[in-house]
């Protein structure tokens, strides 16, 4: 498996995130606030995810940019944690990371927040 993240991995589609946020579970392992869905569309990738930085936390465009990109490498350097348990079980879920910590983390505080949430949900999961 490549460490990539396409654009088939990416969450985008009206009808798709409305759904995550209306249905969608939610929980918070600091700095993320993470909302998951299960769903059975037919799409390419078993899980796509989105990347949310508020504007209200952070006025710059930069420093809203720097933390969805922080967030993206974490989640692409890690997936495979997620996508084995998705081939075994036949699994496909929407996910979307947004940002809720007033402060810029550094890359290896977000990168164990994502390893904890991948975690978290193969366990949430098994069987």
Do not use: W
Request: net charge positive; glycine share 4%.
């Amino acid at each position: 498996m490549k460490n990539t993240f396409s654009k088939q991995e990416r969450l985008c589609g009206k009808k798709y995130i409305d759904e995550l946020y209306e249905k969608g579970k939610v929980f918070q392992i600091s700095p993320l606030r993470i909302t998951i869905l299960k769903h059975n569309y037919n799409t390419i990738a078993p899980v796509m995810i989105l990347a949310a930085v508020p504007k209200s936390l952070f006025k710059n465009a930069h420093e809203r940019n720097l933390l969805k990109r922080r967030i993206k490498e974490a989640y692409r350097l890690n997936k495979g944690l997620l996508l084995n348990h998705t081939e075994n079980f036949g699994s496909k879920y929407f996910l979307s990371f947004r940002y809720s910590s007033k402060n810029i983390e550094p890359y290896s505080v977000i990168e164990k927040s994502i390893q904890k949430v991948l975690i978290k949900i193969n366990q949430q999961t098994d069987g």
